[in-house]
């Protein structure tokens, strides 16, 4: 199995154009989610394939647009500099067009089983091991906080004892926040931050993105109403410029023009008042569940 570094272009080549071969599917996922390995020039990557064919209705995005948010938000992630999301793309596979991403290797179990042309349609064997979570963001006791680590959520848990939703006050966790307000992500779960191999933290799962309605749900609030630094206004001017250009076609090819504009909008709104927003009050702010 290949070594290369996620940001050796020869993976985004490897991506776009290798065979894939599917070993097994991702069972804690929504939509059909399946794992495997990309081949070509004697370089081969594990992967994770979703088929557009695999992608569960929603009532407030339409039908078959997940697998181009989730590459919409890759490149976005690229243009800005925050890169936070591994290289992804948009081909056809075994089952049809979908989102190809490079496999985040964390060194955890992955809970998989071995799929067939049904399963996307149906239920799959319980012969599975479970995916770990993010070691950035936790579920703990209120005495048992990591000394330096940002709280989100105060609850019960099912037995009725007090828990607290935290995470890590970590440089490259803010990176990921930012992100997560500039693409309006709608589903930054626990399960979707992953620390690589490579020590840098990524971001996976990214089709409930880039909608024109606020609908920003995330566990990562740790640094709401902290000023923007120097450093994450960076990459908002250089992606806002980027958008003028032809990159904002680009990104057009995998989104609606409201869409792309809404966009523009919030990039605007963070470079003229640099802070991280406060939830909007209109809706859950944090998804469910957060793992």
């Known amino acids: 199995m290949s070594d290369l570094d996620l940001r050796d272009p020869a993976v985004h080549t490897v991506l776009a154009n290798g065979r894939i071969d599917i070993t097994g599917r991702l069972v804690d996922a929504s939509n059909a989610t399946l794992f495997g390995t990309v081949s070509a020039d004697g370089v081969e990557m594990r992967c994770v394939y979703k088929p557009v064919r695999g992608e569960r209705p929603l009532w407030d995005f339409p039908d078959g647009t997940l697998a181009g948010r989730e590459v919409a938000s890759y490149l976005i992630s690229e243009a800005s500099g925050l890169r936070v999301v591994p290289p992804t793309c948009l081909r056809d596979g075994p089952f049809g067009p979908g989102m190809v991403q490079a496999w985040v290797s964390a060194g955890d179990d992955t809970a998989i089983s071995d799929p067939d042309d049904d399963d996307l349609d149906g239920d799959l064997d319980e012969d599975t091991i479970t995916l770990a979570a993010a070691s950035l963001v936790e579920l703990c006791e209120p005495t048992d906080v990591p000394d330096g680590w940002l709280p989100v959520l105060r609850a019960r848990d099912g037995g009725g004892a007090p828990v607290v939703l935290v995470h890590a006050n970590d440089p490259q966790l803010r990176r990921m926040a930012l992100f997560d307000v500039v693409v309006n992500n709608a589903d930054r779960k626990g399960g979707h931050v992953l ?97």
Not at 205 to 229: I, S
């Open 195 to 291: 620390v690589g191999g490579d020590e840098r933290v990524y971001g996976v799962d990214h089709g409930l993105t880039l909608h024109t309605e606020d609908k920003l749900r995330t566990v990562l609030w740790g640094w709401v109403g902290d000023e923007l630094r120097q450093d994450l206004i960076e990459p908002l001017k250089t992606l806002r410029r980027k958008l003028s250009g032809d990159f904002g076609d680009e990104i057009g090819e995998h989104v609606t023009r409201r869409e792309v504009a809404a966009l523009r909008s919030r990039i605007d709104r963070l470079i003229d008042e640099p802070r991280f927003p406060e939830p909007n009050g209109y809706g859950p702010a944090i998804p469910w569940p957060a793992f």
